[in-house]
């Protein structure tokens, strides 16, 4: 599957630069690319105002991101905020190639920055089928808290996280990554703004692809920058063969 990281400096709250920006890329990529993943919240930053930002779910965000999947035959990925019934939700959209989609709605709030204030948390898991591939969608703080991307009583072949993950805490984004990858034999692909918000939060980007033995097959990414990776299925389920180290993971629920 042909998967492309698009890292960039999210302008903070300008929705129409965001989006022409976002436009031209995925315009101008290759033709037969499978899939696009875009950063947490790439139309305004990680705003804590979301009364100023918040769209309909169908609203002119998604509209765009429908049809530039459509018009390039390729599922795109990546967060937004929505208003639905007076809550506002930092909502995860993987919207297909023939224009329908799915969404998971960020269920780890981010406290540090007041978010679990402004935004109402997801109870739902999601995991996608594409391409013949299982993807789990999380976003962002969610890497934190490893039971919930524990591949046990669920299937999958790819943990794809979008975030806004700042400079000062990345190593610990380069390291979480990673163990999430180790611990569920998946590969991940994580992609993250940089730049520096209008709060003065630097971000480094560091958005990344990682086999499902730990190692990286996409160097962490600086600046602006858009990486395209193929990823293949068969050495992942030789490997989960030859190591059948999932056989003996423990059962669990979360309540």
Request: glycine content about 4%.
């Amino acid at each position: 599957m042909k998967t492309a990281l698009i890292q960039f400096d999210t302008i903070w709250e300008d929705k129409q630069a965001n989006l022409e920006y976002v436009q031209d890329k995925i315009l101008n990529l290759p033709n037969a690319v499978d899939l696009v993943v875009l950063p947490e919240m790439f139309t305004t930053g990680f705003t804590m105002t979301p009364e100023i930002v918040a769209e309909d779910e169908i609203g002119k965000t998604f509209q765009i991101i429908q049809k530039l999947a459509v018009d390039k035959q390729t599922a795109i990925i990546g967060s937004w905020v929505v208003k639905q019934e007076n809550n506002y939700y930092n909502r995860l959209f993987f919207v297909f190639s023939d224009g329908s989609y799915q969404t998971y709605n960020k269920r780890h709030l981010f406290t540090l920055a007041g978010e679990e204030k402004v935004y109402t948390p997801g109870n739902e898991k999601l995991i996608v089928s594409y391409k013949n591939w299982n993807i789990c969608l999380l976003v962002c703080y969610d890497l934190r808290f490893p039971v919930y991307s524990r591949i046990v009583n669920t299937n999958y072949d790819l943990l794809v996280y979008v975030a806004s993950w700042p400079n000062r805490r990345i190593d610990a984004w380069d390291a979480l990554l990673k163990a999430r990858a180790i611990e569920n034999m998946s590969y991940v692909v994580a992609v993250n703004r940089c730049g520096t918000d209008l709060n003065g939060v630097e971000y480094s980007g560091h958005s990344q692809v990682i086999d499902f033995m730990g190692k990286n097959i996409v160097e962490p990414l600086i600046e602006d920058q858009i990486e395209i990776i193929k990823l293949e299925k068969d050495p992942l389920r030789t490997a989960r063969q030859k190591f059948a180290f999932l056989n003996d993971a423990d059962n669990f629920k979360i309540l």
